[in-house]
């Protein structure tokens, strides 16, 4: 089940080859990198929901698909674990973005959602593989929603990807 969640993570990976060297060259130039992520993040969105909604409507036939009948008892926990991947798809994206404009506080969430899904995991969610999935889900959620969180917050958010004349890059 792990191996075929990973699809979702993995299918919009090949956007982030051209994502990084257009925002850095954008970055280098001072224009807006803003339309660049935009599109990354929705063209990564529509595969990795449509794969994500595809194995939660048929997680059964997915598994069977790929791997065939005999492996089709660990479907149940297909949909947790590719939901889990989906949102790691996007935040891999943002922090393509952001490492490409040499900005690294975002690393800061990753690491307390690490912190946060081991305990979880350790302490609460171990007893099935459901419950592990259930704690990558929610470290993920945790993770993008405070990198979200934190541009907010630092007023780094979208508005300072687009660089006013005369501004040093954000």
């Known amino acids: 089940a792990a191996i075929t969640a990973r699809i979702a993570t993995f299918l919009p990976m090949v ?10 060259a954008s970055t ?3 224009q807006s990198a803003l339309p660049a ?9 529509a595969l990795s929901g449509a794969y994500a909604l595809l194995v939660f409507l048929f997680p059964e036939f997915v598994v069977t698909l790929l791997f065939g009948a005999k492996y089709a008892a660990s479907s149940g926990y297909l949909p947790v674990i590719t939901a889990a991947m989906a949102l790691l798809a996007v935040i891999n994206v943002l922090f393509s973005a952001f490492l490409a404009k040499s ?4 690393l800061y969430p990753t690491y307390a959602g690490l ?10 969610l171990h007893d099935t593989p459901g419950q592990v999935a259930l704690g990558v889900l929610i470290g993920c959620a ?9 541009l907010v917050a630092t007023g780094k958010g979208p508005r300072q990807l687009i660089p006013r004349s005369g501004q040093r890059r954000a």
């Open 15 to 24: 956007l982030l080859s051209v994502l990084f060297p257009e925002v850095a």
């Open 142 to 150: 945790f993770v993008l929603t405070a990198s979200v969180a934190l």
């Open 103 to 106: 900005r690294f506080e975002f």
């Open 28 to 30: 280098r130039a001072r």
């Open 37 to 45: 992520i935009l599109l990354t993040l929705a063209l990564t969105m």
């Open 115 to 124: 912190a946060m899904t081991a305990g979880l995991i350790y302490f609460w």
